[in-house]
């Protein structure tokens, strides 16, 4: 008879088997975790090669002067070693981000277990425990990538990290890694950004601040939220007493310590920013992306940054001038009383200063009219006052209190009106800022200077706002230049063997115009002055002189003459040559103006004058160019002096406002679709262009005399602060003799209206005018 196992028997033998499987997934699990962990070791990176790490520097560019005047980079950082930094910014950055740094070897099991504590009993995840050694490893060897293998690498890197490296150079590579807002990398960065100063030069509530962004540098920043900068530096401190690095009475007297926020900025990259990007693709192409943005180069230029700042400025005041002339065009757009709050809001974050800045432009949003019938306008969080005096340029616009595209016409300002302002006054404490109306200019501009005899580019802007338009102007336009191509004419008719004296008919003439037509080129003035000298035509910018002129020596000539100073666009060989009909740039016209200051010597332009690496390796430097003689010296002070009258009593006249002896010429095309004004002094010759993109007529006073040189002379006052005073000089084969202008012979002393003239020896006039007498 068989029997039964008893119960308890067979619960053992469950029990047993179930610790079996239990044991047996325990340590499958235990060597596939064991085995992922291996794996994942092998796959890791080298930290070793950290020892030898450097970290991505700003390339610098550099002026004539040695002042730096604008930086390549992905990430503005100024590499400072641990030794040269206060020993107080390592503590607070110690203190705030990983207390335990100098006693645990890359993880803090510890901090771990508080956070993990502190995030449960807050139900949210209000601390993390990632080491000092943990960010580096995350920054640096790992990708963003957010998986528990991430978590599981980091821990093993940290660990691999505090074997190999010491913790000065774990601090090392920390503080100049870290992103601590507002486009800065690293502590030097951030100091300069934020204080205006070198990092050790900062005082104990300036470190604190910096101390206290790591954790959220755009919440904390204290250009935008200076409150919860002021909260967070309060945290940093109480830390730092906490852990034993201040006293108290430190700590409270850094919390009371005034914070002064002024950038550093010792670079404007708007002022300069065509200049740099011309630089940027000749030296990305040249050295390749990681050595222009990472490598630390210097590269030093031609530019003068006095000179820049001028153009800069100089060419947006003139082009507002130019733009106001052309009438307000209303409001940007209408607002709902409900889209306001959004739309200063976003405002507000593009304002990257505590307060508005007096004479930067901003949008803003009528928001209210006072009893005065003043507009109450909101930029951002600030209010302030548009008065009807400072909206004055507009003429009448009209005022309706209510939201809404007004029903008629679009120049009336209602509720919600989003206008430009620019700042007259600041505010104080965020309310009664002054305001002027104001509106981003739709013409455009060139403005282009170049020293003519080494070929230096001295100053060079391409638009009004490279950030709206990278479309460089001074290089890339190509536009006809009407009359400030007739100086071209002239040096090659000198060289033909005409003068200043010759006389040429101002009457009507035709040409065929190859349809079966007939060409009938107008004066500016559609007058007609009969016999006048090339000086009086070339003052005036007598059209129909030029064109006689072209006809006299060839156009054929006359295009090679031009490509001979320097032209590389085609010129081409007809006779609207005379009026400029040639497609050029600003830069190749300026370039062709310096063979005539330079006494008739070509001089190839440049821009980079020496590139050295990091240490100081040279990498390339300008070899000094010969220079090439391509008209005679003659020829080119006769059409100087030429173009001196120009400016003296011609259409130049507005340049004569510099208080130097200056030369040059105006240009406008049809309908005034282009204003132009090329003008030098001995030392420095500049162009300015004026235009639409898409082209169409600059409108009332958009002449070249009155767009482009009154640019041209608000440049070149600050530009020549810093030349000698220099005049023409006068080869000795030029003679002056004394002619009667209306005859272009030779005239005796006491004739009435009789002038002093220059000439290429041998060409003056051998006969007197018939209508002098001997003086008894």
């Given amino acids: 008879m068989d029997r039964k196992a008893p119960k308890s028997s067979r619960g053992n033998g469950c029990l047993s088997t179930l610790v079996l499987f239990v044991v047996t997934l325990g340590v499958v699990a235990l060597l596939g975790i064991s085995g992922y ?30 002042v730096l005047v604008g930086e390549f980079y992905l990430e503005r950082r100024i590499v400072v070693p641990v030794n040269k930094m206060p020993r107080k910014l390592i503590q607070a950055f110690v203190s705030a981000e990983d207390a335990n740094f100098y006693s645990h070897k890359g993880i803090d099991y510890f901090g771990i277990l508080r956070a993990a504590v502190k995030n449960i009993i ?5 601390e993390g425990a990632s080491t000092i050694t943990q960010q580096v490893t995350k920054s640096m060897l790992l990708t963003p990538e957010k998986k528990f293998s991430r978590k599981i690498k980091e821990a093993i890197l940290a660990t691999r990290m505090e074997e190999k490296l010491s913790k000065d150079e774990i601090l090392y590579l920390y503080l100049n890694q870290i ?9 030097q960065a951030a100091a300069e950004t934020y204080f205006g100063k070198d990092v050790d030069q900062l005082n104990l509530g300036e470190i604190a601040m910096l101390a206290g962004l790591p954790k959220a540098p755009n919440a904390y920043s204290p250009i935008k939220h200076l409150d919860k900068a002021r909260e967070r530096q309060s945290y940093v401190l109480e830390r730092m007493v906490k852990e034993g690095y201040v006293t108290l009475a430190e700590a409270e007297h850094a919390k009371k310590t005034p914070i002064f926020l002024h950038s550093m900025k010792k ?22 992306e990681d ?17 820049q700042r001028a153009a800069y400025e100089s060419l947006r005041r003139g082009l507002k001038e130019v733009d106001k002339r052309q009438g307000f065009r209303g409001p940007s757009r209408y607002l709902k009383d409900t889209d306001v709050d959004t739309f200063c809001a976003k405002v507000e974050e593009g304002i990257d200063s505590a307060t508005l800045k007096t004479g930067e432009t901003y949008q803003g949003v009528v928001v209210g009219f006072n009893a005065g019938k003043d507009a109450i306008v909101r930029v951002g969080d600030r209010r302030g006052i548009l008065g009807r005096k400072n909206m004055s340029w507009a003429g009448k616009v009209g005022i309706i209190n209510s939201y809404g595209k007004p029903e008629k016409g679009n120049r009336s300002l209602t509720l919600g009106s989003v206008v430009e302002v620019s700042v007259v006054t600041p505010e104080i404490e965020k309310e009664g800022a002054q305001f002027a109306l104001d509106q981003t200019p739709e013409v455009q501009a060139a403005l282009v200077s170049i020293d003519p005899r080494t070929g230096g580019v001295k100053a060079m802007v391409g638009g009004y706002d490279f950030r709206k338009s990278q479309f460089n102007r001074a290089i890339q336009a190509k536009r006809n230049a009407g009359s400030a191509f007739k100086p071209i004419i002239y040096a090659a008719a000198l060289d033909k063997g005409l003068t200043p004296a010759t006389i040429i008919e101002d009457s009507e003439v035709g040409y065929p115009d190859g349809a079966g037509g007939i060409w009938k080129p107008k004066n500016y003035d559609h007058n007609f002055r009969g016999p006048v000298t090339m000086r009086e035509a070339l003052t005036h910018s007598i059209n129909i002189v030029s064109v006689k002129i072209l006809e006299q020596i060839g156009v054929q000539y006359a295009s090679e003459y031009a490509r001979k100073l320097g032209f590389t666009s085609q010129i081409p060989a007809n006779m609207a040559l005379a009026l400029g009909a040639a497609s050029i740039s600003p830069f190749e016209l300026t370039s062709a103006y310096a063979v005539f200051a330079n006494k008739g010597v070509l001089t190839p332009t440049n821009f980079i004058t020496r590139v050295t690496d990091n240490d100081g390796t040279v990498l390339q430097e300008m070899q000094q160019s010969v220079p090439v003689p391509v008209i005679s010296p003659e020829s080119a002070y006769v059409i100087t002096n030429l173009m001196q009258s120009v400016v003296a009593s011609g259409t130049g006249h507005r340049a004569s406002v510099i208080g130097r002896p200056v030369a040059g010429k105006t240009g406008t095309t049809n309908e005034s679709k282009d204003a132009w004004f090329i003008g030098y002094i001995p030392q420095l ?37 810093s030349l000698p005073y220099e005049d023409f000089e006068a080869p000795e084969n030029v003679s002056f003799v004394l002619i009667n202008p209306r005859t272009g012979k030779l005239a005796r002393e006491g004739t009435p209206g ?22 008894e």
């Fill in 291 to 307: 050595q222009l943005y990472k490598g630390g180069l210097k590269i030093y230029t031609t530019m003068n940054a006095g000179m």
């Fill in 37 to 66: 962990v291996f794996y994942l070791m092998a796959k890791l990176p080298r930290v070793d090669r950290l020892a030898d790490y450097k970290p991505p520097i700003v390339s610098q560019v550099f002026g004539d002067d040695g």
């Fill in 179 to 187: 992103y601590l807002g507002a486009g800065s990398y690293g502590v």
């Fill in 685 to 721: 010759v500049t162009g300015v262009w004026v235009g639409y993109d898409q082209e169409r007529s600059l409108g009332s006073g958009g002449t070249g005399g009155q767009a482009a040189a009154p640019i041209w002379g608000d440049f070149m006052q600050a530009a020549v602060a």
């Fill in 267 to 288: 670079v404007n990259n708007n002022e300069s920013a065509y200049y740099l990007e011309y630089l940027r693709i000749q030296l990305e192409e040249k050295y390749g």
């Fill in 122 to 126: 807050s139900m949210r995840k209000k």
């Fill in 754 to 775: 009789a002038v002093m003239e220059c000439f290429i020896k041998g060409t003056e006039p051998s006969n007197y005018d018939s209508s002098t007498s001997r003086s």
